[in-house]
């Protein structure tokens, strides 16, 4: 697609429930990054894909948040059990292997 | 891992002000990337600029890798130029484009 795509816009959801967030990057980028945003952390990254493979998961909090890419392209970002520390907006961000980085508009979640 | 310190924190114009915000890190890196964070919270890239001089219009970007700092300048400032800057790092490792971000300048350009 022309930008890098997010979805759902906002999520919201009771503690102790599974979320999936999902995110489509550019056409032919096969960098993916997911980065979390919150007012006590600033911007996180949580995980960097290069094609399938994740070789970088060093963001990730916790044993509850998982992530896979699938077909080069899009990627879902699964938060199992969630907490009300999990509230934040979690951004994908796309990009050659090297270069500019492009971000969607993120998904807003809160856990109540 | 890296450190990104950027300055102001806060800053309010004047429309047709100019501006100048720094980002200081902390180690060589091979990446640099200034966005624009709008109100609706959408990250947008302004500048890829691990070395020398950019121009896009009102913007320009200067980096002194050697000196490990980056700067954006804006030149008279608009309305829409509101919102929070971030300057963003990384190093070309496993982690491909890995970014580092600094705490933002929040920008504020008053009528």
């Known amino acids: 697609g022309a930008g890098v795509s997010q979805s759902p816009s906002n999520k919201v959801t009771e503690k102790g429930k599974d979320v999936e967030l999902r995110c489509d990057p550019i056409?032919?980028?096969?960098?993916l990054y997911w980065y979390r945003q919150s007012l006590g952390q600033g911007l996180e990254f949580l995980i960097y894909?290069?094609?399938?493979?994740?070789?970088?998961k060093s963001g990730l909090p916790s044993d509850r948040f998982s992530a896979e890419r699938t077909g080069g392209s899009v990627s879902t970002l699964t938060i199992q059990r969630t907490q009300q520390e999990d509230s934040a907006v979690y951004l994908c961000?796309?990009?050659?292997?090297?270069?500019?980085?492009?971000f969607g508009q993120g998904t807003r979640l809160t856990v109540v | 891992g890296i450190q990104v310190e950027q300055s102001p924190p806060d800053l309010i114009l004047q429309e047709g002000a100019n501006s100048t915000l720094r980002c200081n890190f902390s180690?060589?890196?091979?990446?640099l990337q200034w966005f624009h964070q709008n109100p609706w919270g959408q990250l947008i890239n302004l500048f890829y600029?691990?070395?020398g001089t950019k121009q896009n219009g009102r913007l320009s970007a200067t980096t002194v890798a050697t000196e490990r700092y980056s700067l954006l300048y804006i030149s008279s400032s608009q309305t829409t130029d509101s919102g929070v800057y971030f300057c963003?790092?990384?190093?070309?490792?496993?982690?491909?484009?890995?970014?580092?971000f600094g705490t933002g300048t929040q920008l504020k350009v008053e009528l």
């Open positions: 600029i691990p070395s």
């Open positions: 963003a790092v990384a190093r070309l490792t496993g982690g491909g484009n890995k970014l580092t």
């Open positions: 894909f290069q094609g399938n493979s994740a070789p970088d």
């Open positions: 961000a796309s990009s050659l292997v090297t270069g500019r980085s492009f």
């Open positions: 056409s032919g980028h096969t960098a």
């Open positions: 180690d060589s890196v091979n990446n």
